[in-house]
């Protein structure tokens, strides 16, 4: 399993400069079978102070951190709904993801072309979630039309889609998008064979160097934005560690990534494989342990019995797997042990 996350936005923002300061580090793919290979998506390993904790108590012969894709989008532009620019092929890159990073200019430099001619942080965020909302807004009258024999002869799953089309028809008609209404888990499922767009996570960041003013400018948005210096990030994501230290640079992506986690609602579990290496992977919150099995190896999901389990803070209070285990800090979970964000589980199959 892995998740993507859409980096989309207008022409000339710093979407595949972000896409490269994110993919520059060199991975080793073959770890990570799940992901797609194309030129536009990037594996990016998620940066993880307890995983490095972990190996050096435990010493492994490989240390493999967990990754997630970011796709870089072709650039919007209005009318993308209808096909215009690369519209269509557009839309359907963002209803593969998982969530968006929605690019906005905030730097000046008069080489470089704005597409609206001036910089204006609302304006711009306004033309392409209008593009989302109008995509969305055709996607359910389709639909619609499609249930109405069902409707009209009274199918009571065409019925409640109906109801519900309805609600969210008028949420998106007001500008909104449906990300900003709260659904109950019964809704989201009798929509999700819908992919709508607006229904996703997103993260706005705004490129800017982070002056006072454009700090100010961006009160007004949603939490979840982040101003990034993009250029500078591409240059540092060039530099070797010890180059940034002297430089006394520091990199922000750790951020972005951490928040990309956060509106997924994402966790990090952890394996030893009995001593041999550590490696951590991505879970969705609530999963429950022969799921979670099930992401590491699909044997260990049917052939689950019980898993070791120990939290992350446990064992660097222990020190060591063996004191950890005469403390009796190594638990037996069964299969309806939900797993905990910091768990470091041994399966037992
Ligand atoms: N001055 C400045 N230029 C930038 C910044 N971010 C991107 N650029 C430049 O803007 C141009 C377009 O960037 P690019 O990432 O290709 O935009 P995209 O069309 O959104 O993918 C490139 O020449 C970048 O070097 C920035 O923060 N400051
Ligand atoms: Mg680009």
Redesign the pocket.
């Known amino acids: 399993m892995s998740f993507s996350i859409g980096i989309i936005?207008l022409?000339?923002?710093?979407?595949?400069?972000?896409f490269k300061a994110l993919t520059q580090q060199e991975v080793d793919i073959s770890n990570y079978p799940f992901c797609t290979i194309d030129p536009n998506i990037g594996i990016v390993q998620v940066p993880d102070q307890r995983l490095k904790k972990i190996s050096e108590l435990i010493q492994p012969k490989k240390t493999t951190p967990t990754a997630i894709e970011f796709v870089?989008i072709a650039?919007l532009v209005k009318k993308a709904h209808k096909g215009e620019g690369l519209g269509n092929q557009f839309l359907a890159h963002i209803r593969e993801v998982n969530a968006v990073i929605h690019?906005i200019r905030s730097?000046k430099?008069k080489d470089?072309k704005h597409i609206e001619d001036t910089l204006d942080i609302q304006r711009d965020i306004e033309i392409t979630e209008t593009e989302l909302i109008m995509k969305d807004i055709e996607t359910l009258e389709k639909h619609l039309n499609k249930i109405e024999g069902d409707i009209k002869a009274r199918d009571k799953q065409a019925l409640k889609e109906k109801q519900l089309i309805e609600k969210l028809q008028q949420h998106l008609n007001q500008g909104k998008p449906i990300s900003d209404t709260t659904l109950t888990g019964e809704e989201i499922k009798i929509i999700k064979h819908l992919s709508l767009l607006t229904i996703k996570p997103m993260i706005y960041l705004i490129?800017s160097k982070g002056t006072d003013d454009e700090l100010e400018a961006i009160k007004a948005l949603p939490q979840n934005t982040i101003p990034l210096?993009?250029?500078l990030e591409l240059e540092m994501s060039e530099l070797s560690e010890q180059e940034k230290q002297e430089l006394n640079l520091e990199s922000r992506l750790d951020v972005l990534i951490k928040t990309c986690y956060k509106i997924l609602n994402l966790i990090t579990f952890y394996t030893i494989k009995g001593g041999e290496e550590t490696r951590a992977w991505t879970a969705e919150e609530n999963t429950k342990a022969p799921e979670a099995g099930g992401i590491v190896h699909t044997d260990f999901q049917e052939k689950f019995i019980r898993a070791e389990v120990i939290n992350y803070k446990d064992l660097i209070q222990s020190k060591t797997w063996k004191q950890a285990k005469t403390e009796g800090k190594i638990r037996t979970e069964g299969k309806e042990y939900t797993i905990k964000d910091g768990d470091i589980l041994e399966f037992k199959i």
């Open positions: 936005g022409p000339n923002v710093g979407k595949s400069t972000l870089d650039g690019v730097f430099d470089i490129n210096d993009l250029k």
